[in-house]
């Protein structure tokens, strides 16, 4: 069972969504034990307005909204890291 979870809002429209999902790829590929789900807001926007989410790309970490727009690698890692 995965320790966290990253949900990340994306839509197809978004031009800085397709960075922020290397850098959840790439983070998830180094870190075990982090589950993640995309969710595209014009798919599900149900499942934005539950967060309050307003902009793309937003990564919400086991249910909390931690960013808005794409994180460095690093911010996500440091973001896991204190949630492990």
Same mark, same amino acid.
């Given at each position: 069972?995965?320790?966290?979870?990253?949900?990340?809002?994306?839509?197809?429209?978004?031009?800085?969504?397709? &960075?922020?999902?290397?850098?959840?790829?790439? *983070?998830?590929?180094?870190?075990?034990?982090? +589950? =993640? @789900?995309? /969710?595209?807001?014009?798919?599900?926007?149900?499942? &934005?307005?539950?967060?309050?989410?307003?902009? *793309?790309?937003?990564?919400?970490?086991?249910? +909390? =909204? @931690?960013? /808005?727009?794409?994180?460095?690698?690093?911010?996500?890692?440091?973001?896991?890291?204190?949630?492990?």
């Amino acid at each position: 069972m995965a320790k966290v979870k990253i949900e990340l809002f994306t839509s197809p429209m978004c031009p800085h969504c397709p &960075a922020a999902k290397r850098v959840v790829e790439e *983070v998830v590929s180094e870190i075990p034990d982090v +589950e =993640v @789900e995309y /969710i595209n807001v014009m798919e599900n926007p149900q499942k &934005a307005m539950e967060y309050g989410i307003m902009a *793309v790309p937003t990564i919400v970490i086991n249910g +909390e =909204v @931690e960013f /808005i727009g794409a994180p460095t690698k690093e911010a996500l890692i440091e973001a896991i890291k204190k949630r492990l």
